[in-house]
T-cell receptor, first 108, second 112 residues
């Protein structure tokens, strides 16, 4: 079993759509959680940290369920500029473990 | 503000040649530093991390090595490159081990 698993994608959605990404992690001792965004041939950039109480940043909402070892990212009112690969990331013992990423393509 | 630099941006090297990639961080002291590799179509793999000058931890046995000669400088090296060393090499820094990691622009390496 992979340490961090994500929806395989790709997700092709029209502008304005709501899209949800799911992620599960295997190590219950994982200590912090993030969503990163990676544009084609670029470095990953932090999108948002994920907190147990859930957190929102504009159109983006992240949720964490420690009991189920499950993380989600919801993007509302998708924009063309949201097209990228979204990486679910878990920090365990100071090391980031990355999911394979889910590709999102937002179409006009 | 903190910035992280990597060079070169791209590199094409023959099999068996040496490698030296450099990463420097500005605007912070005593950062944790990391080297990752992303092979084509695959996720990021942690190669090395360092919590201080001269302190290197290796995550994956291979023909690569890392060094930290100065507080904000992290170098990835190889004496003889293999075809399988091709990939996108990313350096990252963080304030502490549980903190967010920030990535440099990366070096795209092609070994022929």
């Amino acid at each position: 079993r992979k340490e961090v698993e994500q929806d395989p994608g790709p997700f092709n959605v029209p502008e304005g759509a709501t899209v949800a990404f799911n992620c599960t992690y295997s190590n219950s001792a994982s200590q912090s959680f993030f969503w990163y965004r990676q544009d084609c041939r670029k470095e990953p950039k932090l999108l948002m940290s994920v907190y147990s109480s859930g957190n929102e940043d504009g159109r983006f909402t992240a949720q964490l369920n420690r009991a189920s070892q499950y993380i989600s990212l919801l993007i509302r009112d998708s924009k063309l500029s949201d097209s990228a690969t979204y990486l679910c990331v878990v920090n365990w013992g100071g090391k980031l473990i990355f999911g394979q990423g889910t590709e999102l393509s937002v179409k006009p | 503000s903190q910035t992280i630099h990597q060079w070169p941006a791209t590199l094409v090297q023959p099999v068996g040649s040496p490698l030296s990639l450099e990463c420097t961080v500005e605007g912070t002291s005593n950062p944790n530093l990391y080297w990752y590799r992303q092979a084509a179509g695959r996720g990021l793999q942690l190669l090395f991390y360092s919590v201080g000058i001269g302190q290197i931890s290796s995550e994956v046995p291979q023909n690569l090595s890392a060094s930290r000669p100065q507080d904000r400088q992290f170098i990835l090296s190889s004496k003889k490159l293999l075809l399988s060393d091709s990939g996108f090499y990313l350096c990252a820094w963080s304030v502490g081990q549980q903190e967010t990691q920030y990535f440099g622009p990366g070096t795209r390496l092609l070994v022929l």
